[in-house]
């Protein structure tokens, strides 16, 4: 049974910075991609960050502008997000994700592609 919880959001002003984390310990196969997506009310959920367990091989699109890094701490098993440079468009639920693979170039960003979910967690960016 795979099971993901988050966790670290809460409320920043713009230009701070948050980190989340995302319990891995149920993904025992590390042909997995795991990949963080937001989503705000009346939008579509967006990719933010994926990850490739086996190699650590990171993903990320234009929109975050290098100011998210999605990493790994497999001693604790951890997913983190750290955001940087938070604006007020990044307010969202954070949600954490996962999907058994065969290769890394299944580390998408397209939500319904992904089988695992966590329950989510808010970031909130005030001006």
């Known amino acids: 049974q795979v099971q993901l919880v988050e966790s670290g959001g809460g409320s920043v002003q713009t230009g701070g910075s948050l980190r989340l984390s995302c319990t891995t310990s149920?993904?025992?196969?590390?042909?997995?991609?795991m990949a963080w997506f937001r989503q705000v009310p009346g939008k579509e959920r967006e990719g933010v960050a994926s990850?490739?367990?086996?190699?650590?091989?990171?993903y990320y699109p234009d929109s975050v502008e290098d100011r998210f890094t999605i990493s790994q701490e497999n001693d604790k098993d951890l997913l983190h997000l750290r955001m940087n440079n938070l604006k007020p468009e990044d307010t969202a639920m954070y949600y954490c994700?996962?999907?058994?693979?065969?290769?890394?170039?299944?580390?998408?960003?397209?939500?319904?592609?992904?089988?695992?979910w966590g329950q989510g967690t808010q970031v909130t960016v005030s001006v």
């Open positions: 994700a996962a999907r058994f693979v065969t290769d890394s170039s299944q580390c998408t960003f397209t939500p319904t592609q992904y089988t695992y």
């Open positions: 990850i490739f367990i086996r190699t650590g091989s990171t």
């Open positions: 149920s993904i025992t196969d590390r042909y997995a991609c």
